[in-house]
């Protein structure tokens, strides 16, 4: 069965830089969440999408932005990065009313 | 606030034993509430749910979890160890979905991590 595929597996950036993740949800899926995980830690919500729109907001610093297309894919923008960015990033997909999230892989993003 | 505390941040058990990791939450509502399993650098699967009805439910890979209102647990548990089972174990708590245009998320516990003695 497909799953949720998420782009790139890791990610290497310089402070101050920018990076892009994508999230390709499970097919038929029209929701789309966006976690966080640091080292040692708990995954925590940034932000989620509904039918490409933004559905809820979580902890997501400003300096990040994400959005969903048509296809329903998802891709997280993040800019001016910081170290204590350098974490696995999640993503996760539902069904409208399925409750029932799926995750990705995840990606891990290391900022030098 | 919802929240969800898993006591135990590390627990070793040897291979064929018996194992309970423990979770409990707090939340307003009904919960939904899920155990997910994580293996070192990989993503998150769902071991199982717990959505309404019958208050023991059974999840993948031989696990089951209780759901006890009145102790506001949601206790994982499995009768014979396999060393393959070594992971770190998430309980969680979904939000309200489906209301007011919110598809709810997951609160995460902080994670129990098991290892397992051959």
């Known amino acids: 069965a497909a799953g949720v595929i998420q782009s790139p597996r890791h990610l290497i950036k310089e402070k101050r830089e920018t990076a892009t993740l994508k999230c390709y949800p499970i097919p038929r899926h029209d929701t789309v969440y966006w976690y966080q995980q640091g080292p040692g830690q708990d995954p925590q919500f940034l932000i989620s999408?509904?039918?490409?729109?933004?559905?809820d907001k979580g902890s997501i610093p400003d300096r990040f932005s994400a959005q969903q297309f048509s296809d329903y894919h998802s891709e997280l923008n993040m800019s001016s990065l910081e170290l204590g960015d350098s974490a696995l990033y999640f993503c996760?997909?539902?069904?409208?009313?399925?409750?029932?999230?799926?995750f990705g892989a995840g990606t891990r993003l290391s900022v030098l | 606030a919802q929240s969800v505390t898993q006591p135990d941040i590390h627990i070793t058990v040897s291979e064929g034993a018996s194992l309970e990791l423990r979770c409990n939450y707090s939340?307003?509502?009904?919960?939904?509430l899920f155990w997910y399993v994580q293996s070192p650098g990989q993503g998150l699967q769902l071991l199982l749910k717990?959505?309404?009805?019958?208050?023991l439910v059974q999840g993948i890979k031989g696990f089951e979890a209780e759901f006890k209102r009145s102790q506001s647990s949601f206790n994982l548990r499995k009768p014979s160890v396999h060393w393959s089972d070594a992971a770190e174990y998430f309980c969680?708590?979904?939000?309200?979905?489906?209301?007011?245009?919110?598809?709810?998320?997951?609160?995460f516990g902080k994670g129990t991590k098991l290892s397992v003695k051959p």
């Open positions: 996760a997909s539902s069904l409208t009313g399925g409750n029932i999230q799926y």
């Open positions: 717990y959505f309404s009805g019958d208050t």
């Open positions: 939340y307003g509502a009904t919960p939904y």
């Open positions: 999408f509904y039918e490409k729109m933004q559905s």
């Open positions: 969680a708590v979904g939000t309200v979905m489906n209301y007011g245009g919110s598809q709810g998320n997951l609160i």
